[in-house]
T-cell receptor, first 114, second 113 residues
Framework: EPEVTQTPSHQVTQMGQEVILRCVPI?????FYWYRQILGQKVEFLVS????????KSEIFDDQFSVERPDGSNFTLKIRSTKLEDSAMYFC????????????FGQGTRLTVV | AQSVTQLDSQVPVFEEAPVELRCNYS??????LFWYVQYPNQGLQLLLK??????LVKSINGFEAEFNKSQTSFHLRKPSVHISDTAEYFC???????????FGTGTRLTVIP
């Protein structure tokens, strides 16, 4: 069964450092998403990506964040200068169609900023 | 604005007992409704969804949820739980015309042998 895979499963980084979270979406999917969940809080939408550009983003997704699909298979989330409050579980998702009613999620990357 | 409320953060229940996980939402426009499940060390998996039509939707593993528009609820139920149902359950909505999911805070279901 096809699945979304995320690496690494856990990343520890020092405050102020750049991190790149990686995702391999399902191969025939066209829409890609990042969500995050701060411990004990709800899963929050960050950004959606289609046709090599951002289609929608939340207020959380500020200038410190960027997304890229560098090689046609990977989908990355970069945080330029991490803050303590960026510590969270980050989920990548992909869907074949718009209105992500059939979104498939990865297992998540736990980011810890120290 | 929209929001999703899952009032119960943790629900312990004995094996073979019934369970209900509550979900209420608020939205100024119509929505699609979802339940996702996260088993330990795994990603979020779609359990069931309501888009239109019959208000009662069912999953393949015995869960069901009923969309109640007047009460703005989409509670998840199972008449008899199994140990393997132990997981975190997330209720989510999409406003019609939008392309992102709004999630609740999740309910951790623990099935006790």
């Amino acid at each position: 069964e096809p699945e979304v895979t995320q690496t690494p499963s856990h990343q520890v980084t020092q405050m102020g450092q750049e991190v790149i979270l990686r995702c391999v979406p399902i191969s025939n999917h066209l829409y890609f998403y990042w969500y995050r969940q701060i411990l004990g809080q709800k899963v929050e939408f960050l950004v959606s990506f289609y046709n090599n550009e951002i289609s929608e983003k939340s207020e959380i997704f500020d200038d410190q964040f960027s997304v890229e699909r560098p090689d046609g298979s990977n989908f990355t989330l970069k945080i330029r200068s991490t803050k303590l409050e960026d510590s969270a579980m980050y989920f990548c998702a992909s869907s074949e169609r718009f209105l992500n009613t059939e979104a498939f999620f990865g297992q998540g990357t736990r980011l810890t900023v120290v | 604005a929209q929001s999703v409320t899952q009032l119960d953060s943790q629900v312990p229940v004995f094996e073979e007992a019934p369970v209900e996980l509550r979900c209420n939402y608020s939205s100024s426009v119509s929505v699609y409704l979802f339940w996702y499940v996260q088993y330990p060390n795994q990603g979020l998996q779609l359990l069931l969804k309501y888009l239109s039509g019959s208000t009662l939707v069912k999953s393949i593993n015995g869960f069901e949820a009923e969309f109640n528009k007047s009460q703005t609820s989409f509670h998840l139920r199972k008449p008899s739980v199994h140990i393997s149902d132990t997981a975190e359950y997330f209720c989510a909505v999409i406003q019609t015309g939008a392309n992102n999911l709004f999630f609740g805070t999740g309910t951790r279901l623990t099935v006790i042998p």
